[in-house]
């Protein structure tokens, strides 16, 4: 059996970064939470991650910031941006500013459809 994909979450919301977790964890991935881009970039030093789920709207450090930063370091990490904020300009913008793969889902959102989009990008099979 395969390891679980690692999926680095970023949420300054703790409900919702608690729900998207357990969630995710059904869905079959690991998954590794941080509240803010500062704390997920530390993380990121120390373990290996096959992608990012994040908010954008974040204290200390935004999440387009965030990817903007482990994308010079891996610049084909799959990203599911999750966010209140998630308009059609906003989502027109980042699609611009970063390339595939990436996903822009508008909060609220179904672990279903993060789970989708991760596994499309992660070229896993549907129902692994």
Do not use: C
Request: no cysteine; glycine share 6%.
């Amino acid at each position: 059996m395969t390891e679980p994909r690692h999926i680095l979450l970023v949420d300054d919301e703790a409900i919702a970064i608690m729900a998207l977790e357990h969630g995710l964890m059904d869905e079959g991935f690991r998954v590794t939470t941080a509240f803010n881009g500062q704390e997920a970039l530390k993380l990121w030093q120390d373990e290996s991650f096959d992608a990012l789920v994040t908010d954008l709207r974040m204290p200390v450090m935004a999440g387009d910031e965030l990817i903007r930063n482990l994308r010079s370091e891996e610049p084909g990490l799959p990203v599911v941006v999750v966010s209140g904020y998630a308009t059609g300009e906003i989502s027109e913008k980042l699609k611009v500013s970063f390339s595939d793969p990436i996903a822009i889902m508008p909060k609220p959102v179904r672990v279903e459809e993060i789970s989708d989009a991760l596994k499309r990008m992660l070229a896993i099979a549907p129902g692994a």
